[in-house]
Nanobody, 117 residues
Framework: QVQLVESGGGLVQAGGSLTLSCAAS???????????MAWYRQAPGKQRELVAH???????NYVDSVKGRFTISRDNAKNAVYLRMNSLKPEDTGVYYC????????WGQGTQVTVSS
């Protein structure tokens, strides 16, 4: 059973930065290492959306609204995925989750990001 634990969220003013971390436990290295991993976001009253993903070879892709501001990275040795978020906007507010693409692991509790204007 793989468990995903997200951390690093918080309250920040517009223009600020945060770095989110996702730690995967209960998995062998191969389960995590060869999976495309992603950060998803669920804004209040909206469906969860994928905002960034990273392949096992570290190729990345981003939704247009975060391009140039967010950076996804991974450390396979630590079974971890990160999301560096710069120039945050109020519309970035939401609960952030990590999971694979497609999402085959059980969802963690996520980490709340609140950006004030």
């Amino acid at each position: 059973q793989v468990q995903l634990v997200e951390s690093g969220g918080g309250l920040v003013q517009a223009g600020g930065s945060l770095t989110l971390s996702c730690a995967a436990s209960g998995t062998s290295g191969s389960m995590f290492r060869f999976k495309t991993m992603a950060w998803y976001r669920q804004a209040p009253g909206k469906q969860r959306e994928l905002v960034a993903h990273i392949t096992f070879g570290s190729s990345t892709n981003y939704v247009d609204s975060v391009k140039g501001r967010f950076t996804i990275s991974r450390d396979n040795a630590k079974n971890a995925v990160y999301l560096r978020m710069n120039s945050l906007k109020p519309e970035d507010t939401g609960v952030y989750y990590c999971n694979s693409v497609p999402s085959i692991f059980s969802w963690g509790q996520g980490t709340q990001v609140t950006v004030s204007s």
